[in-house]
Each structure stands twice: as C-alpha cells, then as structure tokens.
C-alpha cells in the first residue's frame, strides 16, 4: 500500500509549481533514480547498477527521500523498490526533458546508458511516419534486464520481461545497442564485429531499427 508522503523539504522557498516540483525531485540523482524504476521494480544493487556515479549512501539517502515523498514504495521485507503512481507520472517529464536534450549541443552518447535510459529514450525518438502502418515485435537483452516492445498503430509500448521472446532479440549492453538503434553504422557490421549479439530475423531487425533517429522532430 502506498504511504501518505510527508512533509517535502523545502529547497525553494516559492509558490511556482515547477518550484514546488523541484522541491519533491529536485536534488541530484532523483529522477534519474525514477528513471530506473519505469519499467520495473528493482532492488538496491540493482537500481545502483544503472547509476554507475552514485555512491550507496548518497543513493540510499534519494531513495529514501523520494518515499518519503510518496514517489516510490519500500517492501522491506523483499528489499524491493517500486514506483507509486505518483512517481508513474514523472515518465513523461523525463521523456521531454529528452526531447529538450536534443536541441542541446555537447551530447556524449559513449558515456554510460542504462538499459532504462535507452528504452525511454526510443519511445521518444520513434519517428511516427515511418511507424505508421506497421505492426511489430522487438527483443532487447542486457544481461541482467530484458524488454520486450510492442509497435501497434504506430505507439510503442515497452515492457520489461524476464525473457525476452520476439522475431528478433538484439542483446548488448546499453551503449552498443544504442550504436545499433541511433548509430551510422548498418546493423548487420555491428553484429559481424561482434558489438551487438541478434537472434532471429536480421532484416526485421534493421527494419525496426529504422524507424528511430537520435535527431529533434519536427
């Protein structure tokens, strides 16, 4: 059962709603802790593992602010971490804060991506007119997460899984397959040199893969 929150800290002493906001999901780390709970619940190494920059005791304290807040739940008994409905909502604030990150020059995309990062961001870089029409099913594997997605009608939905069972799965970590998804570099050479791992229909594949571009949209 979800928690009352508790009183927010004040950071931002203001009446202004995106003040107000910031005051719940304002400090560093919090969303991005948000972030690797959209799809599923995690338990403690496992959200640390798709936050490679935080130490446990700062990600201990986020954690337990943002229950506090009424963002996440706590199970203690099972260790495991869940977002309230409360934090379901902030999925579309981190998918405009990608929309706005890519009218912003300096982007680094050999750095760290977590699994959860990519699959936010290829619902927000689907390109609709090249999705229109088409109906399909992708598999991703990362290891220790896997996703399965869903193109119907032109919306994508993503789905964590403990397998992934699709026409195709791409596995890899989640900077090689963003190479896949986002790169120049045709998917058939990424996987003859072995940076990202296919089972199943290689031309499904790239035909899925086409429809994502790592560029705004008009």
Not at 34 to 49: D, G, H, N, T, Y
Request: proline share 6%.
């Amino acid at each position: 059962m979800t928690k009352a929150p508790k009183t927010t800290r004040i950071r931002y002493d203001e009446g202004c709603l995106a003040a107000h906001a910031l005051n719940v999901i304002g400090d560093r780390w919090a969303l991005l802790v948000v972030r690797e709970l959209v799809f599923a619940p995690k338990r403690f190494q496992m959200i640390r593992a798709g936050l490679p920059g935080v130490t446990a005791s700062v990600l201990t304290g986020r954690l337990t602010q943002l229950e506090q807040a009424g963002v996440i739940d706590h199970d203690e008994r099972l260790g495991i971490y869940s977002l309230t409905p409360m934090g379901t909502g902030l999925l579309p604030v981190l998918e405009e804060l990608c929309r706005w990150a890519l009218t912003v020059p300096g982007h680094d995309p050999t750095r760290f991506i977590s699994p959860s990062a990519l699959m936010i961001s290829m619902g927000v870089n689907l390109f609709p007119g090249r999705a229109a029409g088409r109906e399909m099913k992708a598999g991703f594997d990362f290891g220790g997460e896997a996703f399965e997605m869903h193109l119907t009608g032109g919306t994508l939905r993503t789905t964590a899984v403990a397998i992934a069972e699709a026409p195709f799965v791409l596995s890899g970590n989640g900077n090689t397959l963003a190479k896949a998804v986002y790169g120049a570099k045709p998917l058939p050479a990424l996987v003859a040199q072995g940076t990202v791992s296919l089972t199943g229909d290689i031309d499904a594949a790239a035909a899925f893969l086409s429809m994502f571009s790592l560029a705004p949209q008009s």
